[in-house]
C-alpha cells in the first residue's frame, strides 16, 4: 500500500523551500560536537553492512494497542511491542497478526506495571517495567530471567526508566526520573552511570529513547533539551561526542525527541510532537524524514501523530513506529527511488492555525486556562460565552536561548500544572523542563469589551525548584525527598495554600502563599494508604478534602487537608465504580467528583458524602463522535457548572453538564473534513 | 545617528514616571514604616552623571509585578531611540533599602514586543556597580511599536520581574 501525496504547485514550492532549508538545518539546530570523538563507521553498523535503506512508505497498521509506548524486531522478524496500559508484551508476525501476549500487570518476577520500552537479544526481550522501576529480562515466552535494579537514584537505582538498548555485552537504560543512563552487565552488575539534569553537553533534561551502534556510540533521546546526543562508551566510560537539534520545525530541529534507532549507519530519531521520524548519519547530518500530522481524525496511511518510538527489522527493509496516543503502530517499508519527499507542513501552532490544546486545564469563574507543551504556550480563554474565546497566550520560543543562557522568565519547556485563581487573577504555571513555577497576573477585568489581547498577562514571579527542594530539605519535620520537587499537578485553595502532587516523590506537598513549606502528605503511613503515582489533584469547594488521581495505584486517594488519608475511590478494573489508568481529577461545586480514564475513554461521576461514595454516572467511550473520546485527559469546571474534558487526542474540549449531558465540543477545526454526526 | 525623535508613551499597570524630585514622594515605605534608604538621596542620585557616559539621564521609577521590589532605572540615551543600542543604570530596593546586588540579587533585563511574539534581537550584557547598582548595556529596539522592557530580580531562588511598558513611534 502507499501513502497518497497531495502533488500540487502549492506542494512542490513547499519540498522547494524545505529542501532549501536543510543546507541551513546544521546551523539552525545548533550540533555541536566534541572534536576528534567519533569512531571510523564499521562497513556493518549493523545488520549484513549494506547500506541503509530509505524508510517511509507505508505498508500495514497495527491496531487496537493500548498505549504503545515502544517496540523492537526480534531476531527472527516478530515485532515486540509494549502495551503500557495493558501491563504486557504482545508479539505480531510479518502480517501484523498478533501472535504472543508476554507479561501480565503486577509486580512479581514476570508480572510488569506500565512498561514503557524494550530491546530484543537472540532468544529474549528485556523489558523497562517502568512502573516497578526496574527492568526485566524475560524468555519469549514469558519466563522471568532475570530482574534488575529497585526504585532510587543512587547507583544502579531507577526512576522511571525510559529506555533500553543493548550492546553484545551491556544494557543501557535511559534512568528518566534521575536524567542519566545506566549501564549493567547482562548479569544484571551495576558497571557505570552518566549524565545529570541539565542544559549543557552530557546532561540530560527526561532521556527516554536510547540507540547503541555497532562502533560503541550510544545515542540518547534528550527529550525536553529537544536535542539528540551521541556518546562513546570505552573503557568502561561514557565520552560526550556530539549533539543536534533543537527546539523547532525545520528539518533536523526536533520538537520532544522520545525514540531514537540506529540502522545500518543511520541515526533513526521519533520526533514526537513534530509528529515525523526523521534520519540523521551518525555525525548529526540531516538526511531525509518521513511523516506528517494527521489531516483527518485518527488517519493512518502512513500520517503520523506523536510518534513515541521507532525501531527497525535487522534486515533494514521495514521500520515500524508506535503511536500511542492512536493506539496503533505503524509499518514502513523502502521508499522508491526518485519519490518526492512530503510537503513539509506548516507547523500547527502558527497564528491562525487551531490550539492542539493540552491535557491539562484549570478553571475558575469566567476564566479557563490550558497548558499547550506543543507551542509552549499557556491560552486563556473567557468562558461566558456558548464557546469559549481566547483572550489571551503567553509563553515564548524556547528554542532561542543559548544553552550558556538561562531559560528567559515568561518562556516554557513543557508547561504541564496549571492553576487559574480568578480572585487575583494569577495564573500558577508549572514549567517542567525548567524546573520552575511561574507566576502570572492577567490585566483583565470582567465588563472589559471582550477581545484578544496578548500583552494581559504579565509574568510576576518564579520559584527555582531546586532551590525550593534545598529549603523544603531544610526544614524541621520536612519529609525526605529522594529526588528535587517535581510539579506534576497543582490546584490551590481559597487561603492560597498550593497543593503540588510530585508522581517522582510520590508525595503531596503544601506551601503557603510565599511558597513557604507547609506539610506533606501520601508519603508515610501503612503501605495501603500510600502514593505510588499521584497523576492530578482537586481540592473540594471548602478545601477540607483532598482528591489525589494515583494513576500508578489505580485509584483515587482521597486525604483531609492536614494530610490525613480518608479512604479510597475505586479499584482496578473495567466495571462501574473501577479503572484501569485514573489520570484526572474535577470537583464541582456540590463536592461531587469526576475521574478521567484514557484507557477507558470514560469520566465516572461520584457522590461523597463523609466517609460515603456513590458512582452517581459514568459515561464516554472510545471515538470522535460527541461524548466519545480519544485520550481523555484533565478535567475543569467553569462558572456555568459546565465539566470541561480535554479531548486531547481529538484535539478538543467537550463539555457536559454535571449529569453528564452533552452541550457542546470546541476545537478540532484542524481537521479538514467533517466529524462524524451524532447518532 | 538617527535624530531621537520617539515618543515614548507610558502604559500598562505598575508604571510610574517620576523626575528624580517625584521620587522622594513615589519611594515605598519598608515595613517598619520607613522609607527606602536612597530616596533620602534621591535627588543628588538621579542629577547624578550616568558613570558609563558622562551624560544626564531621565529616572524612571516602576514597582515590581509582586510587589516586592521598587526599580530605579535610567536610559543612556534617553529618550530610548529605535534600533540603536541603549543602555540602562538600574537601581533596585526591596523594604531595606538598595539592596548590595553582589552580595543579594541578581538581575537579568530583556523586552519583548507580546503583539508580535518575539523580543530583542540582541542580548544585554548586565554587570555590577561597586554602589550596588546595574549597568545594562546592549539593549536594542529595533522597530516601532508597543514594547515591554522586563527587569527580573532573583534572590535565593525566587525571580520578580519589573515592567516598563512603552510604545516607540
Known amino acids: 500500500m502507499s501513502r497518497g501525496k497531495a502533488n500540487t504547485p502549492a506542494t512542490r514550492r513547499r519540498s522547494a523551500v524545505a529542501r532549501a532549508l536543510v543546507a541551513a538545518c546544521a546551523l539552525a539546530s545548533g550540533t555541536t560536537h566534541a572534536p576528534g570523538q567519533d569512531a571510523a563507521p564499521s562497513s556493518a553498523s549493523q545488520g549484513t553492512g549494506a547500506p541503509a535503506t530509505k524508510l517511509g512508505r507505508f505498508e500495514m497498521e497495527v491496531e487496537e494497542l493500548a498505549f504503545p509506548s515502544a517496540c523492537a524486531y526480534l531476531k527472527d522478524g516478530r515485532l515486540a511491542v509494549v502495551e503500557t496500559y495493558r501491563h504486557r508484551v504482545v508479539l505480531f508476525d510479518d502480517l501484523a497478526q498478533r501472535v504472543a501476549e508476554i507479561g501480565s500487570p503486577g509486580s512479581a518476577p514476570g508480572e510488569l506495571w506500565f512498561p514503557k520500552a524494550i530491546a530484543a537479544d537472540d532468544d529474549a526481550i528485556w523489558v523497562c517495567d517502568s512502573g516497578n522501576d526496574r527492568i526485566q529480562r524475560l524468555s519469549l515466552n514469558g519466563t522471568p530471567e532475570a530482574v534488575i535494579a529497585t526504585r532510587g537514584a543512587g547507583e544502579g537505582e531507577l526512576c522511571d526508566p525510559g529506555g533500553i538498548a543493548l550492546d553484545n555485552e551491556r544494557l543501557f537504560v535511559a534512568d528518566t526520573g534521575n536524567d542519566r543512563v545506566q549501564v549493567f552487565g547482562k548479569d544484571g552488575r551495576w558497571l557505570t552511570s552518566f549524565g545529570e539534569t541539565g542544559r549543557a553537553e552530557g546532561q540530560f533534561n527526561r532521556p527516554i529513547g536510547i540507540a547503541c551502534d555497532a562502533d560503541g556510540h550510544v545515542y540518547v533521546a534528550d527529550s525536553l533539551n529537544n536535542r539528540v546526543q551521541k556518546f562513546r562508551f570505552e573503557d568502561g566510560k561514557a565520552k560526550f561526542v556530539r549533539a543536534w537539534g533543537g527546539w523547532g520545525q525545520f528539518p533536523g530541529m526536533l520538537s520532544t525527541p522520545t525514540g531514537v534507532e540506529c540502522s545500518r549507519g543511520m541515526v533513526l530519531v521519533a520526533d514526537s510532537r513534530n509528529h515525523r521520524i526523521q534520519c540523521f548519519s551518525p555525525e548529526g547530518t540531516y538526511l531525509h524524514e518521513w511523516g506528517l500530522h494527521i489531516v483527518k481524525p485518527h488517519e493512518c496511511e502512513g500520517r503520523i501523530h506523536y510518534p513515541s518510538a521507532v525501531a527497525v527489522r535487522h534486515d533494514g527493509a521495514r521500520a515500524a513506529v508506535c503511536e500511542p496516543f492512536e493506539r496503533r503502530a505503524q509499518v514502513f517499508g523502502p521508499v522508491a527511488e526518485g519519490t518526492p519527499p512530503e510537503a513539509v507542513a506548516t507547523p500547527f501552532w502558527e497564528r491562525g492555525a487551531m490550539s492542539h490544546f493540552g491535557q491539562r486545564l484549570s478553571a475558575d469563574g469566567p476564566l479557563m486556562a490550558v497548558a499547550e507543551p506543543d507551542s509552549q504556550m499557556v491560552m486563556i480563554y473567557d468562558t461566558r460565552h456558548p464557546t469559549p474565546i481566547q483572550i489571551t497566550t503567553f509563553g515564548m520560543d524556547p528554542g532561542s536561548t543559548p544553552r550558556d543562557a538561562p531559560p528567559p522568565f515568561g518562556s516554557f519547556n513543557e508547561p504541564g500544572a496549571v492553576v487559574m485563581d480568578t480572585d487575583d487573577l494569577l495564573v500558577h504555571v508549572g514549567d517542567t523542563g525548567n524546573r520552575r513555577l511561574q507566576v502570572f497576573r492577567l490585566n483583565w477585568q470582567a465588563e472589559q469589551p471582550l477581545a484578544f489581547d496578548p500583552a494581559m498577562a504579565q509574568f510576576v514571579r518564579a520559584y527555582d525548584l531546586q532551590e525550593l527542594t534545598a529549603r523544603l530539605r531544610a526544614a524541621p519535620g520536612a519529609p525526605a525527598l529522594a529526588w528535587p520537587i517535581e510539579i506534576t499537578a497543582m490546584s490551590r485553595s481559597k487561603a492560597n495554600e498550593s497543593f503540588i502532587a510530585d508522581r517522582r516523590n510520590r508525595i503531596v506537598l503544601v506551601f503557603d502563599s510565599e511558597m513557604n513549606f507547609l506539610r506533606g502528605f501520601g508519603h508515610e503511613g501503612p503501605e495501603e494508604h500510600r502514593l505510588r503515582g499521584p497523576n492530578d489533584i482537586a481540592l473540594s469547594p471548602d478545601g477540607g478534602t483532598i482528591f489525589v488521581a494515583d494513576v500508578l495505584a489505580s485509584r483515587v486517594s482521597v486525604f483531609d487537608r492536614e494530610g490525613k488519608f480518608l479512604f479510597h475511590v475505586g479499584s482496578i478494573g473495567e466495571g462501574h465504580g473501577r479503572f484501569l489508568v485514573p489520570m484526572y481529577v474535577a470537583v464541582d461545586r456540590s463536592g461531587d467528583l469526576y475521574v478521567s480514564d484514557p484507557e477507558l475513554e470514560q469520566i465516572q461521576k461520584f457522590r461523597i458524602a463523609g466517609n460515603e461514595v456513590t458512582l452517581a454516572g459514568a459515561w464516554g467511550r472510545r471515538g470522535i463522535a460527541r461524548g466519545e473520546f480519544f485520550q481523555l485527559a484533565g478535567l475543569a469546571l467553569d462558572a456555568g457548572d459546565r465539566l470541561i474534558a480535554s479531548d486531547y487526542a481529538n484535539h478538543r474540549l467537550q463539555f457536559f453538564s454535571t449529569s453528564g449531558q452533552f452541550l457542546d465540543w470546541f476545537g478540532a477545526r484542524s481537521y479538514t473534513t467533517g466529524l462524524p454526526k451524532q447518532e | ?169
Request: glycine fraction near 10%; include cysteine.
Open chain 2, 1 to 169: 545617528m538617527r535624530s531621537a525623535r520617539c515618543v515614548m508613551k507610558l502604559m500598562g499597570c505598575g508604571v510610574v514616571a517620576a523626575m528624580w524630585a517625584a521620587t522622594l514622594g513615589a519611594c515605598s515605605t519598608g515595613s517598619d514604616g520607613t522609607c527606602c534608604e536612597a530616596s533620602q538621596n534621591g535627588a543628588a542620585s538621579a542629577r547624578a552623571a550616568d558613570p558609563s557616559t558622562g551624560g544626564q539621564t531621565g529616572t524612571t521609577e516602576i514597582r515590581s509585578n509582586g510587589g516586592a521590589y521598587l526599580v530605579r532605572f535610567e536610559t543612556v540615551p534617553s529618550p530610548i531611540p529605535t534600533n540603536e543600542l541603549f543602555s540602562m543604570r538600574v537601581s533596585v530596593f526591596d523594604g531595606s533599602g538598595r539592596t548590595q546586588a553582589s552580595e543579594e540579587i541578581s538581575l537579568s533585563a530583556d523586552a519583548a514586543m507580546p503583539h508580535h511574539h518575539h523580543g530583542m534581537n540582541v542580548r544585554p550584557r548586565v554587570s555590577r556597580n561597586d554602589d550596588g547598582s546595574f549597568l545594562v548595556r546592549g539593549m536594542q529596539l529595533h522597530m516601532p511599536g508597543y514594547w515591554e522592557i522586563y527587569f527580573d530580580i532573583t534572590r535565593d531562588g525566587r525571580t520578580e520581574r519589573a515592567q516598563y511598558n512603552l510604545t516607540i513611534e
